[in-house]
């Protein structure tokens, strides 16, 4: 294999594992916070036992979440300099931001919530925990800024003297169409996800209670779980029709700017609808081992023209139309002012395939939305099973429900990045560079190979370390109930809190 493509793994590896732990630190962040807020204005003694509990579940997802994170700042001069180089100026900018300003908030505050317990004021210390949740809102800004630059590069122009592009409207970066409809979207499956990692503990232990004698403490648990559970299945339903909402509207800024991606989603090889007619959503396709043609379908029709319209009867672009048109130097976007600068240059790098790899972009795309409605539906059959007092049975059938319940969003967010970023290529910044211009040329791939394997095996080992705690501590269950410690004076010694 060339070294781009074992650095395109790599990155995707290193990305999908990464991103394991973003969706829960947004989220459980504002969960965690929202449960201490409860504490703080009710003094119910459940709500401070459910923050710490899943504050600490936290923690060791954020830590994670941390260290894997900081190797993808890493590729981008290592592997991927060429892109560095080319739009650095653009790219880069929104990084700073978030390491500048985000993670300062983050890191800063989530350590004075850790060990602020019992040393600040209880109002005080709630704000911290709140304004380190406000940080992971922030970076989640400018890092999906720095993305959907990537996927519709707007405020920039291409200068042929240096051979780069540079910024122009720093505010057009921010207001990206594609970063306004995708911003929505990653947050509320973030919610999906974290709100889906709280119902499963918090179901499973719940089945575990479900005993006909129970102490004193184990009802008070009871209790704690409960409303933790019945909380998160509400945030993960109401997230999961904010995603479907917000899904709608980025397909549809999707099909504006990445007319290719859509058509990929769906193995749409020929154009369709317009004229009275509608395009059909593909339930399945089997297309031919080159990409080029659909071998067997089975299709709704209209589906596909709302999709990318809003119009059932709108007309949709196919693959083999988009070839076509790109081959014949017709732009991503005629409107986009680096594509139009950059249009002579492109016509010199020999593009000859326009088309991502059509079954990741078909198949992802599906897996998605399927683990996200399962998602709901696990959340909605909690709901039901909680009624009236009732408690589930501890069954495998409920535990299966709990990982579904959990591994659902958070397969969906992964299938989800990789049908974002595999549905862009060829490019690495749309209708501008190809990925294949924008790997680091003095690279070997032996090199690239060797930092691969490396990576792989640090993060399997790190897998195994953070999938170890969570169950360790999940299992252990709330903490006891402890009076709070007293503070004599300046001079008492700053403790860890866990």
Known sequence: MSPETIARWQFGITTVYHYFFVPVTIAMSLLVAVMQTFWVRTGQEKYLRLTKFFGKLFLINFAMGVVTGIVQEFQFGMNWSEYSRFVGDIFGAPLALEALLAFFLESTFLGLWIFGWDRLPKKVHLATIWIAAIGTMVSAIFILAANSFMQNPVGATYNPLTDRAEMTDFVAVLTNPVFLATFPHTISAAYMTAAGFILAVSGWHLAKLNKPQRTEQEDADVDAFRWSTKMAAWVLLVAGAAVIISGDAQGKVMYQVQPMKMAAAEALYETAGGNGTMAPFSILTVGSLDGSRPLFEIQVPGVLGFLAKGDPFAEVQGINNLQEAYRN?????????????????????????????????????????????????????????????????????????????????????????????????????????????????????????????????????????????????????????????EIKGEDDVLSFAY
């Open 329 to 485: 130097g017709a732009l991503v976007n005629p409107d986009n002012a680096l594509q139009k600068a950059y249009s002579e240059k492109l016509a010199t790098l020999g593009i000859d395939n326009f088309a991502p790899n059509i079954p990741v972009s078909y198949w992802s795309f599906r897996i998605m939305i399927t683990l996200g409605f399962l998602a709901m539906a696990v959340a909605a059959w909690t709901l039901f099973s909680l009624r009236k007092g009732r408690l589930p049975k501890d069954s495998p059938w409920w535990s299966f429900l709990m990982f579904v319940g959990v591994l659902g969003p958070l397969f969906g967010n992964s299938a989800g990045w990789i049908f974002t970023e595999m549905g862009r290529q060829p490019w690495i910044v749309a209708g501008v560079l190809p990925t294949a211009s924008a790997a680091s040329p003095g690279v070997s791939a032996g090199e690239v190979l060797a930092t691969m394997i490396l990576y792989t095996v640090i993060y399997g080992a790190l897998a195994v370390v953070e999938v170890g705690l969570m169950i360790h501590y999940t299992e252990a269950g709330l903490p006891a109930e402890v009076p709070p410690v």
